[in-house]
């Protein structure tokens, strides 16, 4: 089992930066594929990257690619998301998750573990 605590969120505004980080706990992290999801108010939950146990490997969501860099210190049991160019579409609560699997990586199902959410608010 893996406790995931993400940090970094805030307000920034429009074409601003943020670098969102999550801390994993536990001894394994590296045997887990990680991914960023977030939620804006009244929408259901939204992919935004994923990255492959070794850092890889790396995919994003077309809204977000070239903007949006997500990143791993397997030393650290760190996940990083650096969020260039942010827009005010982009508001929403940044989510970290957790799978050992690789399947539907791309979707919320494809995790088991959560983290309680840092609030990324972007002005205009």
């Known amino acids: 089992q893996v406790q995931l605590v993400e940090s970094g969120g805030g307000l920034v505004q429009a074409g601003g930066s943020l670098r969102l980080s999550c801390a994993a706990s536990g001894r394994t992290f590296s045997s887990y594929t990680m991914g960023w999801f977030r939620q804006a108010p009244g929408k259901e939950r939204e992919f935004v990257a994923t990255i492959s146990r070794s850092g890889g490997y790396t995919y994003y969501a077309n809204s977000v690619k070239g903007r949006f860099t997500i990143s791993r210190d397997n030393a650290k049991n760190m996940v990083y998301l650096q969020m260039n160019s942010l827009k005010p579409e982009d508001t929403a609560v940044y989510y970290c998750?957790?799978?050992?699997?690789?399947?539907?990586?791309?979707?919320?199902?494809?995790?088991?573990?959560w983290g309680q959410g840092t609030q990324v608010t972007v002005s205009s």
């Open positions: 998750a957790a799978t050992r699997g690789a399947l539907n990586i791309e979707t919320s199902s494809g995790y088991d573990y």
